[in-house]
């Protein structure tokens, strides 16, 4: 039995689906401290920074692996890093600590480019590089990437981890992060054809599509375990490109959209953050790929989001 923490966020509201999916429609408890939307089945209150719940959980639903997403996200975090440090870094150590003792099979991890600094390089960074990030998230991200290997190397325990990129998705709108401009471009143009961007025009970041990011774990999770030679993180991107890029490949599908950029504190963020990153250590040790171009995920985001706000495709050209 899976147990999916953070599961009502972005990324959990699809993973949890996607799960069932391909594992079975009983094979995994969804949890976070946040109602779910629509109507989940399956679903338990579980707060990470509690110890006690965590093990309670384990040992009442028989689980045996963890999909460890609850966190607190980078623009969140700086909010309030107090909160980050609590989620994000003993919340992690309570899962890896609660998976050691009751001898789990798998931990499932996913890191960030958070992870990154203004002293890692800005193209095309591999795996193992240097991580001096400025944020507490990214801080609180890299402890729990050595967590995880220290777990591993220590206690063997299953821990596999890779570094997402910003991910772009229409079913839970992201309101944490730092990329989340990506997702929220798309209500505004299909809405009002006007957005106001808080990162710069030139501001290049790594991203990719949720449904990659979904099988990527899934890839990582099934992969032979002497396949995985790095413990802490693997880098995963589809592509990177500009807020003025990104509005350029929409504004060719939606006539009239108009964006201007107000740049804020997030920006800041991003501007520590690599440009593009290098996923060839996935690619080569268990086989990570992507289906969806840009081109190819904005036409589904369009779609999607029109859908969902009962716009016409006709009322966009
Ligand atoms: N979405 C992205 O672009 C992105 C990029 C890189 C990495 N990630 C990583 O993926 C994971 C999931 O991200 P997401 O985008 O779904 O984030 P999100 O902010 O949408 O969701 C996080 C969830 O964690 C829950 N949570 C917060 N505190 C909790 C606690 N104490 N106990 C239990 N649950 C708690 C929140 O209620 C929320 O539902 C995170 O570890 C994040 O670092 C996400």
Request: charged share 25%; net charge neutral; hydrophobic share 35%.
């Amino acid at each position: 039995m899976i147990l999916v923490t953070g599961s009502s966020g972005q990324i959990g509201t699809e993973l949890v689906p996607y799960l069932r999916e391909k594992y079975g429609k009983d094979s995994v408890i969804s949890s976070d401290i946040m109602e779910p939307t629509g109507t989940q089945t399956g679903y338990i209150r579980l707060d990470v920074t509690d110890r006690d719940s965590l093990d309670r959980a384990i040992e009442k639903y028989g689980i045996t692996d963890i999909f460890h997403l609850a966190g607190i996200l980078s623009a969140k975090g700086e909010k309030d890093p107090d909160l980050a440090y609590r989620v994000n870094l003993n919340g992690t150590y309570n899962v890896l600590e609660a998976a050691r003792r009751h001898s789990l099979d798998k931990v499932i991890i996913p890191s960030t480019i958070g992870v990154f600094g203004p002293e890692t390089p800005k193209r095309n960074v591999p795996s193992i590089t240097v991580l001096r990030p400025r944020t507490m998230y990214g801080v609180t991200k890299v402890a729990a990437e050595l967590l995880g290997q220290y777990y591993y190397e220590k206690f063997r325990l299953d821990v596999r981890s890779l570094r997402y990129p910003g991910i772009i998705s229409y079913m839970a709108e992201p309101t944490a992060g730092t990329t989340d401009y990506a997702v929220e471009i798309f209500y505004y143009a299909v809405r009002m054809k006007k957005y106001t961007c808080y990162l710069q025009k030139n501001r290049r970041l790594p991203m990719m599509y949720m449904p990659d990011a979904l099988r990527a774990l899934t890839d990582l999770y099934e992969a032979d375990s002497n396949k995985i030679s790095l413990r802490n993180g693997y880098n995963v991107q589809a592509y990177s490109f500009t807020p003025e890029e990104l509005y350029g490949k929409i504004a060719e599908r939606i006539n009239g959209f108009q964006i201007e950029y107000k740049p804020d504190y997030r920006d800041g963020i991003a501007a520590t953050w690599p440009e593009s990153i290098d996923s060839s250590d996935a690619i080569k040790e268990w086989g990570f790929r992507y289906d969806y171009d840009l081109d190819r995920t904005v036409d589904d985001m369009i779609d999607h989001i029109s859908e969902k706000l009962g716009v016409s495709r006709k009322h966009l050209v």
